[in-house]
């Protein structure tokens, strides 16, 4: 197991204090290498840090893979049966996800939260120390990357493991990724979508086009940050106050 004189720590840890969206000092990250394998362990503030963090990490040469440990630090306390009650309730209120059973893992014992006797998928929720792990079917690329979503914007949430199968199979590509995007963004009851362009290539978001307050730019490049695979945000939204 190597340590920090280990010249490929070095690097990564050097290259997260480039990134000033990590901004290890504050949120420190425990990294360890072995065998061409990372494991970066810690808390960070905010999803694009966790992102850029798994980012800039697996750009390091020597890095074969990265186990990833990081956590968000909560936005508000909420105890695992809370966070399980707030995304099973948004998977049932999202139309999108009418026609999917909904159950929940409570005392090691399956919770049917809503049965769909014909449905077209199944999602599976449990909740472990604040880290959502989704499982199940889901019947479209989109309709797993919104249920990913959609509990990443539970407030006490840390992390989402989102480990849906597909049913039927199906080839992902840039065009789905940057359609789900547009799902979630249109979604955001905080963000104006009308008019942000989406666009993707090799599983990186660009966004463009105009909102009325930084805060939105913000929470817009955050959405697309929690969408299944993606590898990256270009944010090229502008700011127009009052337009």
Known sequence: MAGNNNPVVKEIRAALERESRVNPHRNPINITFEGGAVILEGEVESIIAKKMALHVTAAVRGVEGIVDRLRLAQAEPMEDGAIRDHVCDSFMQD???????????????????????????????????????????????????????????????????????????????????????????????????????VGCKDYVVTLDGIVKRPRERDMAEADAWYVFQVNNVVNRIQVVEGG
């Open 95 to 197: 139309l999108a996800l009418r026609e999917y059973t909904v159950r929940t893992l409570v005392k090691e014992a399956w919770e049917v939260r809503r049965d769909v006797s014909r449905a077209g998928g199944v999602l599976e929720v449990e909740v472990t120390g604040g880290v959502v792990i989704l499982n199940g079917r889901a019947g479209s690329i989109s309709h797993k990357r919104l249920a990913g979503v959609l509990a990443w914007w539970v407030p006490g949430v840390r992390d989402v493991i989102n480990s849906l199968e597909l049913d039927p199979p199906m080839a992902d590509n840039d065009y789905e990724l940057a359609d789900a995007v547009l799902l979630v963004l249109g979604k955001d009851p905080f963000v104006d979508a009308s008019h942000i362009r």
